[in-house]
T-cell receptor, first 113, second 112 residues
Framework: KAGVTQTPRYLIKTRGQQVTLSCSPI?????VSWYQQTPGQGLQFLFE???????NKGNFPGRFSGRQFSNSRSEMNVSTLELGDSALYLC????????????FGSGTRLTVV | EDKVVQSPLSLVVHEGDTVTLNCSYE??????LLWYKQEKKAPTFLFML????IEKKSGRLSSILDKKELFSILNITATQTGDSAIYLC????????????FGQGTILTVHP
């Protein structure tokens, strides 16, 4: 059974640019959530999607957005990149997004220069 | 606001030692507590705990939850160098679906 797949694995962008990251969940999982991991702040919740609807959003600026497609694949977008956006971005999939466990992908390492 | 605190933040032991990692939490409408191991990138799932006092075991790892005192422990017996990793505790609760609140993690280093 394939795990959670995130692409690309690594990304280098310049300040002011925008970036799109992709997450393909485990087959049958309808919930996809996104996290930002930095050495200083640890893992912080960005947002969660279930059946193409955003159900929950963390405390991040509006530059961070996402969406989910009918096949449950999800994308997150960061516009007007700042140096502080450099982080490991992880997505997690779950059958229904509550009390059913979450499986994480290997993440996308974003570096903003 | 949900809060998860792990201790110690780092731990250095030798192979064969037994370690206990702690996780305390404050969350409204608690639903579950999860433990993950993170070595390189992807946190890998260890345990999900929902009921107090029921120990979950997997090989040399075990974990238990105390919902009255709001904490959980993760025990690793007969540690091996392959146990070196960051151990993350997360809670799921409130009215928020699909959201885990993580602790800072415990960095475990096991020397040969």
């Amino acid at each position: 059974k394939a795990g959670v797949t995130q692409t690309p694995r690594y990304l280098i962008k310049t300040r002011g640019q925008q970036v799109t990251l992709s997450c393909s969940p485990i087959s049958g999982h309808r919930s996809v959530s996104w996290y930002q991991q930095t050495p200083g702040q640890g893992l912080q919740f960005l947002f969660e999607y279930f059946s193409e609807t955003q159900r929950n959003k963390g405390n991040f600026p509006g530059r961070f957005s996402g969406r989910q497609f009918s096949n449950s694949r999800s994308e997150m977008n960061v516009s007007t990149l700042e140096l502080g956006d450099s982080a490991l971005y992880l997505c997690a999939s779950s059958p229904r997004g509550e009390e059913s466990g979450y499986t994480f992908g290997s993440g996308t390492r974003l570096t903003v220069v | 606001e949900d809060k998860v605190v792990q201790s110690p933040l780092s731990l250095v032991v030798h192979e064969g030692d037994t370690v206990t990692l702690n996780c305390s939490y404050e969350v409204t409408n608690f639903r579950s507590l999860l433990w993950y191991k993170q070595e390189k990138k992807a946190p890998t799932f260890l345990f999900m705990l929902t009921s107090s006092g029921i120990e979950k075991k997997s090989g040399r790892l075990s974990s238990i939850l105390d919902k009255k005192e709001l904490f959980s422990i993760l025990n690793i017996t007969a540690t091996q160098t392959g146990d070196s990793a960051i151990y993350l505790c997360a809670v799921e609760g409130g009215t928020s679906y699909g959201k885990l609140t993580f602790g800072q993690g415990t960095i475990l280093t096991v020397h040969p």
